[in-house]
Nanobody, 123 residues
Framework: QVQLVESGGGLVQAGGSLRLSCAAS????????MGWFRQAPGKEREFVVV????????YYADSVKGRFTISRDNAKNTVYLQMNSLKPDDTAVYYC????????????????WGQGTQVTVSS
């Protein structure tokens, strides 16, 4: 069992930056690829990025490539999402999730989910 808790969301102006964190409980964190998803009101949950178990490989959605950076610290059981050059379209609830397999972009492939953190980007 893995429990995930996101933090770091907030209100930021367009062009600004935020850093999200996702802290995991349990000793099996390094056994999972970790992904970030987001969901805006009235829209489906959308894949953002995923990082492999060891942190050596990443895969980004085109919409965030070059602006967002995922990283993880397995010693701290934490995954991070650095978001730069934020746009109003990035406004959503952001979720971290754990999957056994890497490079999965569909939500059902992820076994564990956090409760989400709100990111609001004003224009």
């Amino acid at each position: 069992q893995v429990q995930l808790v996101e933090s770091g969301g907030g209100l930021v102006q367009a062009g600004g930056s935020l850093r999200l964190s996702c802290a995991a409980s349990g000793r099996t964190f390094s056994s999972y690829a970790m992904g970030w998803f987001r969901q805006a009101p009235g829209k489906e949950r959308e894949f953002v990025v995923v990082i492999s178990r060891g942190g050596y490989s990443t895969y980004y959605a085109d919409s965030v490539k070059g602006r967002f950076t995922i990283s993880r610290d397995n010693a701290k059981n934490t995954v991070y999402l650095q978001m730069n050059s934020l746009k109003p379209d990035d406004t959503a609830v952001y979720y971290c999730a754990a999957a056994v397999r890497f490079k999965m972009t569909n939500p059902p492939a992820y076994e564990y989910w956090g409760q989400g953190t709100q990111v609001t980007v004003s224009s």
